[in-house]
């Protein structure tokens, strides 16, 4: 068990944030993991427990106080398969595009809309990661995680994991309670073409591409994922910053009214889903930048660390982004980045 002192996360977080951690600790096994929490629950020695993962969704506002554990549990194996599934099970520390492309090379299919999301394999059931008209939840199967205070582990099957839009039980309910160690993934044999993202068609005709496959949608996913997103390691981000809100369809009719531009997709249940981005957009937020914090020029709903932002300027900036489209459109924006 190494526990190193004051170690700055500047490395650990795609923003770029440069604080410290009072403790820091990286574990690559249960065992290793379940020492570091006796370590933790036993001596006191640290009050608060942050589990970091690949760093790509959380905005550091102030110094960590006591122990960040770094979760880098490796490993990709086939479970087991029958004819139409494979069951591949992560570890939690894999880093996420990593998997996606060892299943585009084994021509399991059902992760090619999900390349080049950043992070790793453990926050992809935390936050259901999703992009491109689809979620983990549409391919997931089952998790493994560790009880902090108990020290079990315990499985969790998709109907345990409640996801919703960027949600989990792991944010909710179970929040701070469980560490994820490994994530099963159920992948097709024969592939179910998902190109219904208006995107992902253009940018197929664009690259003239004549025969579908899973591999020509992950390419298609690359191109429009880095002509619009930042790449962390040039600019500090966390992709997304802001959910979509959702709104009642009289409320996105009465918008669309006073906005026919305005960017809404039906999510049933008399619910619309309206594109942040735009909102933030209309309220001329973006390319804007004040010091080293700004908002992405190519995609609003990005905010960026040019540099040396604090997480303090970047927080301070999202909250008057909140503020503006809030008075503009009577729309409430959630931040989908987790602040510390
Ligand atoms: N739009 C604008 N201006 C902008 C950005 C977007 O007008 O600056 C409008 C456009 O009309 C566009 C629409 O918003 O057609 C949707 O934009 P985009 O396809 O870029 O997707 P998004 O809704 O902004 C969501 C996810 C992304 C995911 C994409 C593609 C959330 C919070 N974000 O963004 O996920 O990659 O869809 O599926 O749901 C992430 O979570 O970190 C993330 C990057």
């Known amino acids: ?8 996360l500047k490395p650990f977080n795609t923003f770029g944030i440069d604080v410290s951690a009072a403790q820091f600790a990286s574990f690559s096994d249960n065992i290793e993991l379940e020492a570091l929490l006796h370590y933790h629950s036993s001596e006191k020695k640290a009050d608060k427990l942050l589990l970091l993962g690949g760093g790509s969704n959380i905005l550091f506002t102030k110094n960590v106080s006591g122990l960040v554990l770094k ?7 086939k479970i087991k398969e029958d004819d139409e599934y494979v069951y591949m099970k992560a570890g939690a520390g894999e880093n996420w ?12 299919a059902g992760v090619e809309n999900l390349a080049l999301i950043p992070g790793n394999v453990g926050a992809s059931p935390m936050q259901n990661i999703g992009a491109y008209g689809v979620e983990i939840k549409d391919i997931f199967h089952e998790l493994e995680a560790m009880h902090i205070n108990d020290k079990t582990t315990v499985t969790f099957s998709k109907n ?27 992948l097709r044999k024969q592939p179910v073409f998902n190109t219904s993202y208006g995107a992902i068609q253009q940018e197929l005709e664009n690259t003239g591409t004549k025969e579908l496959s899973i591999q020509a949608i992950a390419r298609a996913v ?9 790449d962390p390691k040039q600019i500090g981000n966390a992709g997304s910053f802001f ?20 960017v809404g997709y039906d999510v049933g249940n008399g619910h619309v889903k309206l ?10 937020w973006k390319g804007y930048r004040r010091g080293d914090a700004g908002c992405h020029a190519k995609q609003a709903l990005v905010l960026v660390n040019y540099g040396k932002a604090t997480g303090s300027e970047i927080f301070e900036l999202s909250s008057k982004i909140i503020e503006s489209v809030s008075s503009t459109f009577g729309v409430t924006l959630e931040r989908e980045v987790n602040i510390e």
């Open 97 to 108: 595009h990593h998997f996606v492309m060892h299943c585009l090379e084994n021509n399991y």
């Open 275 to 284: 594109a942040a981005g735009w909102l933030i957009e209309q309220c001329g």
């Open 1 to 8: 068990m190494n526990i190193q002192q004051n170690i700055s």
């Open 243 to 262: 959910k979509n809100p959702e709104v009642k369809k009289n409320q996105f009719d009465e918008l669309r009214l006073r906005f026919p531009g305005i």
């Open 160 to 186: 345990d994991c409640a996801f919703g839009y960027r949600e989990s039980v792991f944010k909710n309910k179970y929040k701070g309670q469980f560490i994820i160690t490994s994530v099963t993934y159920r």
């Open 222 to 230: 690359m191109n429009i994922r880095s002509s619009k997103l930042p």
């Open 71 to 77: 979760n880098e549990i490796p490993g990709i194996e």
